[in-house]
Each structure stands twice: as structure tokens, then as C-alpha cells.
């Protein structure tokens, strides 16, 4: 006999657990706030705390996400890798602003990320790639991301093709692959808090090098 689904309406967590978030706790700037708590995130042990939702939208504004990992950040902003053919890459290409979430639940927290997108060096692209596994060089030269295939096999003949193409020399990066920073007009800091009355204080730019700090009603 099948299992009766719970319903997501009846299901309810109250956030009692963690302090509050207020303004005088803050650092004095996101990055170094984020620094904070993605090192608290890290020591938690959640598993892949680099993992992050990317929102783009294409050139009409319907929007899609999924999810990808954070490989650096710093006060420019936070740096990710694709395949520039992708679907997320087509979207940035026409439309380069996204939407960043990370969501460490298990800590109650969020950090919500908006704004502009372009790519990185081609120098820091081969840098990084150079320090990937060679299974994933080969596979960012093998698929071609977010293509519709006729089945698995296309995949795996896909990589069969790269290792014969490279044998057992450098993979290069492809010229179609590299690194997308996003640029942040606004960051986000979401503390889980009883009664679904959350703290949510966003640092948001106001001018090239000038912020203010924002506290959004929960």
C-alpha cells in the first residue's frame, strides 16, 4: 500500500533556536559579514556550504534557477563557473543581472545576493581550471550544457571523445567555458526568528564604493 504523502500545509517549524541578527552585530561591511557567516556555515558542517541558487531570466523575463557552487568571492563579488552555452549562460548573456540564494537551513539563516553579472579574466578561468579534477576538465569539454540529448549514451560518448581528443596530456579550458561574478547592488543577511518574524537586515549600494543598511520587515 503507497504511503500517504504528508501535507506541506500542515508542516511548521518554529526558528527558537539562534540569536538575533541586529544591526549593531553586523560587520561593517557584507563581505566581511559573509565571511562570517559562511565560516559559521562551513564549521557547522552543513554539506556544501558553497552551494548557492542562481536566478537569471532570459531576454523576455521569464526566470529559471538552479543550483551551483560558489568557487570564490571577495568585496568585487561572489564567482561561479559554466559553460558560457548554457542555458544560464544564453540568459546572462542577453539579460546579465542574477539573483544569488544560499540557503543553510539547518542554521536558520539565509543570504539573498542581487545584481549585475560579467565574467571574469580569461587568466583567472585558467587558473581555476587548471586546479579542477581531470574527470571534470574533460566533462566541461564533453557536454554540451543544458543541449537536449537523444539519451545517456550521448553523454558517455561524449567524454569518450574528449579522452581519446586529450590522451594523456593538459586539457586546456574550453574557449566557451569560464567564470561569471556576480556584482552586488544588494546583500541580504536572513536570521530565522520565532512567529515567522525573521530578521532580515540587506547592506544595498547607493553609490560606487558607499552603502547603507536596510531592515526589511520579516
Not at 29 to 41: C, E, I, L, S, T
Not at 109 to 132: D, L
Not at 182 to 194: A, D, L
Given at each position: 500500500?503507497?504511503?500517504?504523502?504528508?501535507?506541506?500545509?500542515?508542516?511548521?517549524?518554529?526558528?527558537?533556536?539562534?540569536?538575533?541578527?541586529?544591526?549593531?552585530?553586523?560587520?561593517?561591511?557584507?563581505?566581511?559579514?559573509?565571511?562570517?557567516?559562511?565560516?559559521?556555515?562551513?564549521?557547522?558542517?552543513?554539506?556544501?556550504?558553497?552551494?548557492?541558487?542562481?536566478?537569471?531570466?532570459?531576454?523576455?523575463?521569464?526566470?529559471?534557477?538552479?543550483?551551483?557552487?560558489?568557487?570564490?568571492?571577495?568585496?568585487?563579488?561572489?564567482?561561479?563557473?559554466?559553460?558560457?552555452?548554457?542555458?544560464?549562460?544564453?540568459?546572462?548573456?542577453?539579460?546579465?543581472?542574477?539573483?544569488?540564494?544560499?540557503?543553510?537551513?539547518?542554521?536558520?539563516?539565509?543570504?539573498?545576493?542581487?545584481?549585475?553579472?560579467?565574467?571574469?579574466?580569461?587568466?583567472?578561468?585558467?587558473?581555476?581550471?587548471?586546479?579542477?579534477?581531470?574527470?571534470?576538465?574533460?566533462?566541461?569539454?564533453?557536454?554540451?550544457?543544458?543541449?537536449?540529448?537523444?539519451?545517456?549514451?550521448?553523454?558517455?560518448?561524449?567524454?569518450?571523445?574528449?579522452?581519446?581528443?586529450?590522451?594523456?596530456?593538459?586539457?586546456?579550458?574550453?574557449?566557451?567555458?569560464?567564470?561569471?561574478?556576480?556584482?552586488?547592488?544588494?546583500?541580504?543577511?536572513?536570521?530565522?526568528?520565532?512567529?515567522?518574524?525573521?530578521?532580515?537586515?540587506?547592506?544595498?549600494?547607493?553609490?560606487?564604493?558607499d552603502w547603507v543598511v536596510e531592515r526589511l520587515a520579516p
Open positions: 500500500m503507497a504511503v500517504e504523502p504528508p501535507s506541506p500545509a500542515d508542516m511548521r517549524r518554529d526558528y527558537t533556536e539562534r540569536a538575533p541578527l541586529l544591526e549593531g552585530s553586523l560587520a561593517a561591511n557584507w563581505a566581511d559579514q559573509f565571511a562570517d557567516w559562511f565560516a559559521g556555515a562551513t564549521a557547522y558542517g552543513l554539506p556544501e556550504p558553497n552551494a548557492m541558487i542562481l536566478a537569471t531570466a532570459d531576454a523576455a523575463g521569464r526566470p529559471s534557477a538552479r543550483t551551483v557552487l560558489l568557487k570564490g568571492y571577495d568585496s568585487d563579488g561572489f564567482v561561479f563557473f559554466t559553460n558560457y552555452t548554457s542555458r544560464k549562460g544564453g540568459e546572462l548573456a542577453v539579460n546579465p543581472y542574477a539573483s544569488l540564494v544560499f540557503p543553510w537551513f539547518p542554521m536558520q539563516r539565509q543570504v539573498i545576493v542581487g545584481g549585475p553579472v560579467e565574467r571574469v579574466s580569461r587568466a583567472e578561468t585558467e587558473e581555476y581550471f587548471a586546479s579542477r579534477p581531470r574527470g571534470s576538465q574533460l566533462g566541461a569539454w564533453a557536454s554540451p550544457q543544458s543541449r537536449v540529448l537523444p539519451g545517456r549514451d550521448a553523454v558517455d560518448a561524449g567524454l569518450a571523445e574528449a579522452v581519446e581528443r586529450f590522451g594523456d596530456g593538459p586539457v586546456p579550458a574550453p574557449p566557451h567555458w569560464g567564470g561569471l561574478r556576480v556584482r552586488p547592488e544588494t546583500v541580504e543577511f536572513w536570521q530565522g526568528r520565532s512567529n515567522r518574524l525573521h530578521d532580515r537586515l540587506r547592506f544595498r549600494r547607493t553609490g560606487p564604493d
